[in-house]
Structure formats: C-alpha cells, structure tokens
C-alpha cells in the first residue's frame, strides 16, 4: 500500500507564508507527477500546482507568483511553498501523486490538511 501524509497545514494571517510538505512511503517503485488541490467548503476540489519527475512546474492563475511547487525524489516529498496569503486561499488543501506499485501508475491522495488564513 501507499500513504501520502500532508502536513504543515495552520492559522495564518493575511499576506502570511506557510509550507506543506506531501511524503509518499509504502511499495513505491516510482513517483510521476504530483500535485497540489485544495477545496472550500460548498466548492469543488481545484488544481492549485502541479510539478512532473523532470522538475516541470504548472499553476493554476490565482497562485501565480505567490505559490511555488518543488519535490525531492530522493524522499518522495512535494512541497508548497505559499507566500501573500490571502483570505480566499482558505481550504483543505490535498497532496496527489501518481506513483507506480508494481507494473502500473495510480493516484493516491492524502488525507489534506487545512490552511486558514484569517485576521
């Protein structure tokens, strides 16, 4: 089996920082693309950053040069780094990757953790 585990998740003020980290452990033969979502209450889930193996990064528009998505292969770990916080940033936000066990890629999410950026 394989477990993505979220953390770093909290209370913050507006124009604040936080960083999540995502680590992937179980019978991982290889980690492909992951990625970042977060959901609002009564919203659907949304891509918020994304990043592939190679090191290529994608962002939705409204995280653009305040988020930035990184990875360390060595430890199967996504980060996100989010500066200039803003109230609607305010989600459960969900680490996804799409990591091979055996001879096929699936996705696993985690179980999210929540950001709350509030005066």
């Known amino acids: 089996q394989v477990q993505l585990v979220e953390s770093g998740g909290g209370l913050v003020q507006p124009g604040g920082s936080l960083r999540l980290s995502c680590a992937a452990s179980?019978?991982?033969?290889?980690?492909?693309?992951m990625g970042w979502y977060r959901q609002a209450p009564g919203t659907q889930r949304e891509l918020v950053a994304r990043?592939?193996?190679?090191?290529?990064?994608q962002y939705a528009d409204f995280v653009k040069g305040r988020f930035t998505i990184s990875r360390d292969n060595a430890k199967n770990t996504v980060y996100l780094q989010m500066n200039s916080l803003k109230l609607v940033d305010t989600a459960v936000y969900y680490c996804?990757?799409?990591?091979?066990?055996?001879?096929?890629?699936?996705?696993?999410w985690g179980q999210g953790t929540q950001v709350t950026v509030s005066s």
């Open positions: 996804k990757g799409q990591i091979k066990t055996g001879n096929s890629y699936f996705d696993y």
């Open positions: 179980g019978r991982i033969v290889d980690v492909g693309p």
């Open positions: 990043i592939t193996s190679g090191g290529s990064t």
